[in-house]
Nanobody, 126 residues
Framework: QVQLVESGGGLVQAGGSLRLSCAAS????????MGWFRQAPGKEREFVAA????????YYTDSVTGRFTISRDNARNTVYLRMNRLKPEDTAVYYC???????????????????WGQGTQVTVSS
């Protein structure tokens, strides 16, 4: 049974930083691309960042490029999202997701991911 458990969310002032973590179990973590998505109240879930199974290839949505960094530690079965210079518009529930197909390229499409965590709330105050 695959499980993804996010942590690290919270309340932060604009301009601050947070690091989200997603611990994975139940499959060979190092074989799959991983992604972060977010969903704000009243909005659809949107792509934030993704990383290849081996780590060197990353992919970001335009609004977070230069502020957020995705990384992974395959020895710890964990993917991270470092978020700097946070803005109120970054407020959302953040979800990690595991790629559907082993050794595939990282994707911004939600249907390319088959397992999702429960989410962690990030709130940025102005």
């Amino acid at each position: 049974q695959v499980q993804l458990v996010e942590s690290g969310g919270g309340l932060v002032q604009a301009g601050g930083s947070l690091r989200l973590s997603c611990a994975a179990s139940g499959r060979t973590f190092s074989s799959y691309a991983m992604g972060w998505f977010r969903q704000a109240p009243g909005k659809e879930r949107e792509f934030v960042a993704a990383i290849s199974w081996s780590g060197p290839t990353t992919y970001y949505t335009d609004s977070v490029t230069g502020r957020f960094t995705i990384s992974r530690d395959n020895a710890r079965n964990t993917v991270y999202l470092r978020m700097n210079r946070l803005k109120p518009e970054d407020t959302a529930v953040y979800y990690c997701a595991s790629g559907r197909i082993p050794y595939s390229v990282p994707s911004h499409r939600h249907y390319d991911y088959d397992y999702w965590g429960q989410g962690t709330q990030v709130t940025v105050s102005s």
